[in-house]
């Protein structure tokens, strides 16, 4: 990636701590994923994609820049893609799921707080991460306590602009939501200089309804015995999805899939029907955090589904209703279908659980892992209610909280096989 | 003459002043009765100073134990203690860490040796004393001799545990899977540093740095605190193990 | 108090566990503050309180139901007393200060958890509180992460009611407030069956404003050096104010501060002039939580404020505007009140910050110690911006983040003793 140097240092980036952790970085996907036999041909295009993840991506973000558009930094799946992409700017989901950069965050955070955060602002801090870097400004969000009040420090080193998600589905709240959405469209209008005409948002609204579909196509494929795709190569894609380009990734979703769907008719899986079928449901996994699936798929069992932001919750049913043709009502139907999404920040969030054990039929999962990271209260208190649910329903479940270290692997993978040979 | 007593969580220190200057020094263990090693301890370091123990005129206590030292005069934290020592030895310090049994700290000393600042690590053995005792003895090698084993090592295992516990497990199974007992310790070493060092890092480090406390004596932690702070620690001509003790002492004679 | 042990037995009270608590709470009790020398008499009365703190506050709960009127427990200082006094009902902060109750909560609470809020859950779910007994139904809100999703929870044991307290202060985000206060108004004469009347309510404003009023007399005279009273003390003044009836604490509270205007005009204090004053900002305490003022007090120095929900938040000005007369000139009232707390729920809270600031000068502190409870995120992600400003001002801060147990006690006095040895 030696080209890519150049570019590198005129950002700002730390040369020598980049370098280690890309040098990291390539060693865990090479034993993750390269490791993997029988994958589809279509996953080369996001080997090649994760070969590029510091140069090629960016390099067109630097482009895009130069040519006068906005890079919108995000950390969730409530900031509205279709409006940043209808101002001229780039969405990309930033850099939150490596341990590398925690040591940096945890000299102005507490340490009792969950490893995304910490990851994201210690990149940040310790310039790693050349999305921040090429970031204009970031659009955080209220969704948990220990974002909504980062959103403020990391406000010191790069400019943060925060959207207020609510905390119940009532019609105040919906009220409420709507309300930020056109906040955050006159935001853009304001930062990219450009008027958000009903026809872009329109075309935006329709390109990221097709990334969502590419990726339900995906998941709807994962539902089949035996599995066309692994777990890890299907997360790798939803991770993917935040921050590629969106025609682009589409198109290439969408190539692999009509693999997939050959493979389906001709019976053909990555591993034998008979190897338990988990869901995984609960917190996202942001690059490289593979922990998780690597401790299940080198188990003899394999991931059908996330139930997770880097999952379902990020191409969720129904689409943004595309028959609005006014600004008001684009609008309008960006916050409904957002809004529509099954986050634990909301009270009550009963909707999610009757998901997650309809997911769990449809995947034919063997059974759940929820897992949550370290110190994320919601999703860990939530569990109690999916518990009693997933109990009443004879679904097997395993609660796993963990953070981005190595240490608790041994543990974890006991507990992880001793799951498996309850179900088995 | 003046005396100052760190009674530690795992070692009692005692420091007997004549002249402003060290005239002796005690360090045993205070394991089993931490009063009864204080009273030990000041023996052991008016014998070594060659005087009585009614030539001493005000006796102060600190460390973890210090209010169970009942023949303390008066008693001062380890923090202003350990600014105190350093700040006698070299007016040049600034910032100290000090690594003890059972906690590590990092104060912060203006330009008169007065404590403005410090942080502490949080109930945890992680990255203390304790942390490295625990881990000699999973890896069965001598307390005292990691630091020059460790400088023997070019490819430090890296390791992800900071709890105690976890690690012990973690080097366990470092062992098991033919990893080089030098490169664990390595490792460990780091791993303190790294811990202790992001602590110096969030209170703001200033030159010169001085290294106190029973850790500092592993020459294997002083290195990888030095190479993940990128600093050289400033030279101290005492035992670091006794800079709180000295303190005590210093503190006494003002008193 | 007579009787009382057939009123626990009526209620369902796990008798042999509250005996212990009791025992327990009392020899706690006895060591912190019995052994104050040279209180003011009018502490008689508090003493007293808690003396019977099972007894006969719960009784006189029971009684008022009995007499058709409702109880109505409460976490927070954002849950509006005046509606809840206002539709003939009790409002009562509930326990939840005490580690005792852990063992009740853990089977269904994630272990890094808030200790209040877990100790809030053990009380209900282990039959350990006389006052979670006597209650009709408890209202939550969402001011922090756990909270909100515990409550959910608590509604499986007791009926629960959950206000949405939002995340910002622009319009939008007041107009939800005020809609939720009104929202809450209607629930509270659905429960009681009683019509909320402008008189009433005009009425009870006073009451409560009242309550403000003598709470605030009370820190006024903490300004003066020397102390007229012992942080401690003026601590459980606080804390006793959330669940005693207000009228009769108002007038004892008073009673109090006509005391001590006498000491300060004549120069009476509990401690020596010379002993470092010291402002507490952050989390609540609960009773029996006095740990972190009981280490300072008996370190040579004293506590002269809390800048916290169980200290100034609960009471600062301004208070409730008394000249609306009708309803919803008062609900309105009553809104902004409240909305201009300054809690770290919202973002940015900087006025929390210029607060803080304000309150060391004011209350002549030497020192600001920032009292965290463990995994409170809000509060320990905050600290930050408070460091930063407060350095700027030259104010000395230590940071204290800590539970319920005394394993730190040890530490805990080593690290403020440090501190007090570097600001004096």
């Not at chain 2, 000699?136 to 105690?164: H, N, R, W, Y």
């Amino acid at each position: 990636m030696a080209e890519y140097t150049k570019m590198w240092e005129d950002i700002g980036l730390d040369l020598k701590r980049h370098d280690t952790l890309l040098e990291a970085l390539g060693k865990i996907y090479g034993d993750v994923y390269m490791t993997q036999t029988n994958r589809p041909k279509g996953m080369e295009y996001f080997d090649f994609v994760v070969s590029e993840v510091h140069g090629l991506r960016i390099k067109e973000l630097m482009e895009h820049k130069e040519k006068g558009g906005k890079v919108v930094g995000t950390f969730c799946v409530y900031v509205p893609d279709e409006i940043i992409t209808a101002a001229g700017g780039i969405s990309v989901g930033l850099c939150g799921g490596a341990q590398f950069s925690i040591p940096d965050a945890e000299t102005i955070l507490p340490t009792n707080l969950c490893p995304l955060i910490k990851s994201a602002v210690g990149f940040k801090l310790g310039k790693i991460c050349p999305y921040f870097e090429a970031a204009d400004f970031l659009a955080g969000e209220t969704t948990c306590d220990g974002k909504k009040k980062a959103w403020e420090i990391l406000d010191n080193y790069i400019p943060t602009y925060i959207m207020e998600v609510p905390q119940k589905k009532d019609a105040i709240d919906r009220e409420l939501y709507l309300k930020e959405i056109k906040a955050f469209k006159e935001k853009m209008e304001k930062e990219a200089g450009v008027t958000i005409t009903p026809e872009v948002l329109g075309e935006k609204i329709k390109l990221m309804n097709a990334r969502r579909k590419a990726l339900e196509r995906l998941y709807e494929l994962r539902k089949s015995s035996p599995l066309p795709i692994s777990g890890k190569d299907a997360c790798l894609i939803s991770q993917i999805a935040f921050y590629d380009d969106p025609v682009r990734f589409t198109s290439k979703v969408n190539e692999l899939c009509d693999e997939l769907e050959k493979r389906v008719k001709n019976g053909k899986g990555v591993i034998e029907p008979t190897a338990p079928r988990i869901l995984v449901s609960g917190c996202p996994m942001a690059v490289p955090n593979w922990k998780l699936h690597h401790i299940v798929e080198t188990s003899g069992a394999t991931i059908v589904c996330e139930e997770t932001c880097t999952g379902t919750r990020y191409f969720d049913t129904p689409v943004v209703d595309e028959t609005p043709t006014d600004i008001d009502g684009q609008l309008k139907a960006i916050a409904d279908r957002y809004l529509n999404i099954k986050c634990s920040c909301f009270t009550p969030n009963d909707d999610r659980i009757d998901q997650i054990i309809q997911f769990a039929k449809d995947y034919h999962a063997d059974g759940v892992i929820y897992y949550t990271l370290q110190f994320c209260l919601t999703y860990n208190v939530e569990y109690e209610k999916v518990k009693r649910a997933l109990d009443k329903e004879g679904i097997p479940l395993l609660k796993i909280e963990t953070d981005y270290s190595e240490e608790d692997t041994g543990q974890l993978k006991t507990r992880i096989e001793g799951f498996l040979e309850r179900i088995s | 003459m003046f005396a100052g007593i760190d009674v530690g969580s795992l070692v009692t220190k005692a420091v007997v002043l004549r002249d402003g200057k060290v005239a002796g020094y005690s360090i045993i263990s205070s394991r089993t009765n931490p009063r009864k090693a204080g009273e030990q301890a000041l023996e052991k370091a008016i014998t070594n100073a060659n005087c009585k123990r009614e030539d001493i005129k005000c006796i102060v206590a600190t460390g973890y134990g210090r209010s169970s030292f009942s023949f303390a005069d008066k008693t001062v934290t380890e923090l202003t203690c350990h600014a105190t020592g350093a700040h006698y030895l070299n007016t040049e310090i600034r910032t100290v860490i000090d690594i003890g049994g059972q906690d590590s700290k990092v104060i912060k000393l203006d330009e008169s040796g007065k404590m403005s600042d410090f942080a502490m690590n949080d109930k945890c053995a992680a990255g203390t004393g304790r942390f490295l005792e625990v881990m000699a003895q999973a890896l069965e090698v001598g307390l005292d001799s990691m630091g020059e084993f460790s400088l023997k090592s070019d490819k430090p295992c890296s390791l992800s545990s900071i709890c105690t516990v976890f690690a012990e497990t973690e080097v366990i199974s470092l062992i098991a899977s033919g990893a080089k007992k030098k490169d664990i310790v390595a490792g460990l070493h780091m791993s303190i540093a790294r811990r202790v060092g992001s602590m110096a890092k969030g209170l703001g480090l200033q030159k010169e740095i001085a290294f106190t406390g029973g850790v500092a004596k592993n020459s294997g932690v002083r290195s990888a605190f030095e190479e993940f702070l990128s600093v050289k620690f400033a030279p101290i001509s005492e035992d670091p193990q006794i800079i709180g003790a000295l303190g005590a002492a210093l503190v006494a004679s003002k008193f």
